[in-house]
């Protein structure tokens, strides 16, 4: 498993028990210290996944909007919630990191849906992130310069 491939696996981890439990006053810093001790995460990571978190968290209602529009005769709040917080993660990635390629953050959204959720749950992330690749405007193969 790749070193970003388990950073991935704790922010995931991290949102949704934030999308849970919804708190209000929480220290970002001490919530996200306590997730290093907790998955033992090497330091060199702490950064991205500091980013991704807070990325995340700061650009919800434009992640749950973009996710809103590509959702066929289906309402955001019937996603199951690991499925929300794994598009919530890639869709933030698609739309704000251009230095991770497109297909890297599909690839890596589908397989954290076999982790965390099941087989189903990777096909419709799936089918949500490939509607959204082809409006970047950018090569999904490779990173924005």
């Given amino acids: 498993m790749s070193n970003r491939r388990a950073l ?3 922010v995931v981890q991290f949102l949704y028990s934030w999308e849970i439990a919804k708190p209000q ?3 970002m810093e001490q919530s996200m210290n306590g997730l290093w001790e907790a998955f033992e995460l090497p330091t060199d990571g702490m950064e991205f996944c500091k980013s991704l978190i807070v990325g995340v968290l700061q650009n919800k209602e434009t992640l749950d909007a973009k996710l809103t529009e590509r959702l066929e005769n289906w309402d955001i709040s019937r ?3 690991v499925d929300l917080t794994i598009l919530r993660l890639a869709l933030y990635e ?3 990191r251009p230095d991770i ?3 890297v953050t599909i690839n890596e959204a589908i397989d954290l849906a076999k982790s965390f959720s099941n087989e189903e749950s990777g096909k419709f992330i799936n089918g949500i992130l490939d509607k959204v690749a082809p409006t970047l405007g950018r090569p999904l193969r490779e990173a924005a310069e």
């Fill in 94 to 96: 698609l739309l704000y």
């Fill in 25 to 27: 006053h929480i220290d």
């Fill in 101 to 103: 390629p497109p297909v």
């Fill in 79 to 81: 996603v199951h919630k």
């Fill in 8 to 10: 991935r696996e704790a």
